[in-house]
C-alpha cells in the first residue's frame, strides 16, 4: 500500500472538553459528524508524499463556523478559558497542511465574512473569508483588481492567502505579499479569555503575513488593488528550455511591457495539461503569459522569432472554462498530479544576480529528475524567478539531498515537505516580531499549535 492509498488511522476520542465548549458557543452553528470534520480537516498536502503521511490521521474535534467577528470573539474566549486548540480554517487551498489541525480541538470556518466594507480607488477593505475571484468581480466595474493572486484565486480566500503568504500571478510586476504596501491593514481578534480586536496597519499587517494562523484570527483585510487591464494570454513554443527562460526574462525586465504573468515550463510537464495539450506542440517547452491588450506588440517584439506563439485570447476565468494561470504556480503540479501521484515538488527562489546561469546549472544537475517550471517574479526590488519544478520523488533521504544541493549552490528552498512555519522557511525563519506578537495576541499557544514550533507557551 502506497503513502497516498494508506488509510487514515480510526478518531481517537477528544482530549478537550467539546460538549462545554459547545455549550458556551450556543447559537453558533457547529458540525460534530467525524466524517465531515475529518474531510474539511484536511487541504493540499497529498502533493507531499512525505507530508500525506505524516498528517493524514489528523483531524479537528469539530467545525465552528461563526458568521461575524462578534461571534468569532465569543469562540477565541471560550477555547482561551477551556485551552482547546483552535485552527482558522477558508477554503482549505493551501499544500503544506497549514489548515490541518496537529492537536485536533477547533477548526475555525471563517468563510462567512465575506463582506466588502468599502473599496476607494486603489484600495479594498473586505472580509477575510472573501473569495479572490468575487473580490475582482466587485472591483472591476471600477477598473481595479487584486495585484496578485495565486493559481487557485477561483476558490481561495483573501484571509487564506494573506496567512499562507508568498505571492502568485501578478508578482512579476509588484512582487509578494512581504514587500511594502502589499498588505495595507489587518484586522485580527486575539485567543485570550477577554479577546482584543486589534488594527495592524503597513509593516505592523506582516505580522500574520505567512504565519499559518498562528498569530491572531484575521477577520478583514485591506489591501491594495491594480488597474484591471484587459489581459490576453499567450502560450509560446521554443525548441529548448533555455531559450524559453531567456525570452521570459527579457519580458520580466521590460517595464514597459505590462504583464501579470510569465512562466516558462519545460517540455516534459506540457504533455498533463489536458485541454491545454493542442497549444503545446510535441516535445517543445512553452512560455506562459498574461499580457495587457496595450502591450501585445512589444512583448511579441521581444519574442522575436525565438518561439512560435500557439495560443493567444482574452483571460477568462468565468464558470465553464480553465482560466491559463490554472497552469501555472502550483497548478502546474496538480496538473501532473491527476493523473500521476508519484510525483512532487520543490519550491525555489533563484539568486537574482546569477539567474541564467543558476537555472542552467540546476537542469544541467537534474537533467530527468527535477523537471523545469520557473516563475519570474520581483523580489527585494529586483526581477528574479522562483520555481516550482517536477520532482519524481524515489525516496525522502534523496529529496532532501536534492534540497541540499540546491542550497549550495545558492537556490533558496522553501520546503513544502515540512509542516512547521520555521522548517518551511529556512532562509526566513519566524520572525522575531510574528514569535514575539503571538505570545501577546496568543499567550496559551492555542493558535495551531505546532506550526511555529519555535513558540513556547506561557504556563
Known sequence: MTATERKPKPVQPS????????????????VTE???????????FWYSPILNAELADKSA???????????????AAACARRRIPLTVRAAGTGNYGQAVPLQGGVLLDITALTAIEWQKPGVIRVGAGAKMLDIDMATRPSGYELRM???????????????????GVGSVTYGGLREPGNILAARIVTVEEEPRILELRDDAAQKVNRAYGTTGIITA?????????????????????????????????????VKKLVTPVSAPI?????????????????????????????????IGGRGTVTYEAPSEEGPGTVPLYEYTWNHTTLQWLKSDRSITYLQCLFPHDRLVESAKEMIARFPDEVL????????????????????????PERLNEIIALHEAAGVMIANPHVVSLEAGSRHKRADADQLGFKHEVDPYGLLNPGKMESFVAKG
Not at 498574461?290 to 501585445?296: N, Q, T, V
Open 15 to 30: 482530549r478537550y472538553d467539546i460538549a462545554g465548549l459547545l455549550a458556551d458557543l450556543d447559537g453558533i452553528p457547529a
Open 34 to 44: 467525524a466524517p465531515v470534520v475529518r474531510k474539511r480537516s484536511r487541504d493540499f
Open 61 to 75: 474535534d469539530v467545525i465552528v463556523a461563526p458568521r461575524d467577528e462578534a461571534e468569532i470573539v465569543r469562540v
Open 149 to 167: 493572486h495565486p493559481s487557485t484565486k477561483r476558490s481561495a480566500t483573501i484571509g487564506g492567502f494573506v496567512a499562507g503568504g508568498s505571492g
Open 221 to 257: 483585510l485591506e489591501m491594495p488593488l491594480a488597474p484591471a487591464w484587459p489581459w490576453i494570454d499567450v502560450i509560446v513554443a521554443f525548441d529548448d528550455y533555455m531559450d524559453a527562460f531567456q525570452a521570459g526574462y527579457e519580458v520580466a525586465l521590460a517595464d514597459g511591457v
Open 270 to 302: 506540457t504533455p498533463y495539461f489536458g485541454a491545454l495539450k493542442q497549444h503545446c506542440p510535441e516535445g517543445k517547452s512553452i512560455l506562459i503569459c498574461m499580457i495587457a491588450a496595450a502591450s501585445l506588440g512589444p512583448f511579441k517584439a521581444i
Open 372 to 395: 523545469a517550471h520557473h516563475e519570474f517574479i520581483r523580489f527585494g526590488g529586483r526581477v528574479t524567478a522562483s520555481a516550482l519544478p517536477i520532482l519524481r520523488y524515489s525516496t
